[in-house]
């Protein structure tokens, strides 16, 4: 069986700060992980992907994250927090062949002005 | 390309009712998915179809629960007598069979049962 823990249901950082939303996964294959982003009453939507190429994944609107197998994680960061960032963020994790995603729990990011 | 849509986006309902939702994938993806998300939860898997054949269910639809994708375009989610406990964002998503792994998703019914 797949999961995903995200650390923090609540993530609260300054305008122009670091963004590290947390996400460790537990998988018995090799995994395919997964961030999306989801605004207000909207869906989600797909800030990057894992599937096994390159570790370190650069996605959408300034986001990237690292796949760290030894520590099962696939933290998100993005290196200056803009307003326009404070959304609900989930990690889920899938593999190659599986039908289905397996979300965390989500983190609300907050940013301060 | 318009999006994966999501009829209506929002519906009200009495407890006992019957309530039906519509999701229209993005035209060329042959893949379709039903999620719930519940608040301040992630989305669950529902169900998947690929084609008009439904492949997976999940335990949590419950034989009240009732999807149907009846020529490989758009699905229809029913829930039958519903419950206080449907309360929830149902979301749909797609993907071309070629790229599972990308799933796009509509942007949700959110029910409410009274």
């Known amino acids: 069986a797949q999961s995903v823990t995200q650390l923090g249901s609540h993530v609260s950082v300054s305008e122009g700060a670091l963004v590290l939303l947390r996400c460790n996964y537990s998988?018995?294959?090799?995994?395919?992980l997964f961030w999306y982003v989801q605004y207000p009453n909207q869906g989600l939507q797909l800030l990057l992907k894992?599937?096994?190429?390159?570790?370190l994944v650069k996605g959408i609107n300034g986001f990237e994250a690292e796949f760290k197998k030894s520590e099962t994680s696939f933290h998100l960061t993005k290196p200056s927090a803009h307003m326009s960032d404070a959304a609900e963020y989930f990690c889920a994790v899938s593999h190659q062949g599986a039908q289905k995603l397996v979300f965390g729990q989500g983190t609300r990011l907050t940013i301060n002005p | 390309d318009t999006g994966v849509s999501q009829n209506p986006r929002h519906k009200i309902t009495k407890r006992g009712q019957n309530v039906t939702f519509r999701c229209d994938p993005i035209?060329?993806?042959?893949?379709l998915y039903w999620y719930r998300q519940t608040l301040g939860q992630g989305p669950e898997f529902l169900t998947y179809f690929q084609n008009e054949a439904q492949l997976e269910k999940s335990r949590l639809l419950s034989d009240r629960f009732s999807a149907e994708r009846p020529k490989g375009s758009f699905s229809t989610l029913e829930i039958q007598r519903t419950e206080q406990g449907d309360s929830a964002m149902y979301l749909c998503a797609s993907s071309l069979e070629g790229a599972p792994d990308t799933q796009y998703f509509g942007p949700g019914t959110r029910l409410t049962v009274l």
């Open positions: 894992y599937t096994s190429a390159a570790t």
């Open positions: 035209s060329e993806h042959n893949r």
């Open positions: 998988s018995s294959v090799p995994p395919y």
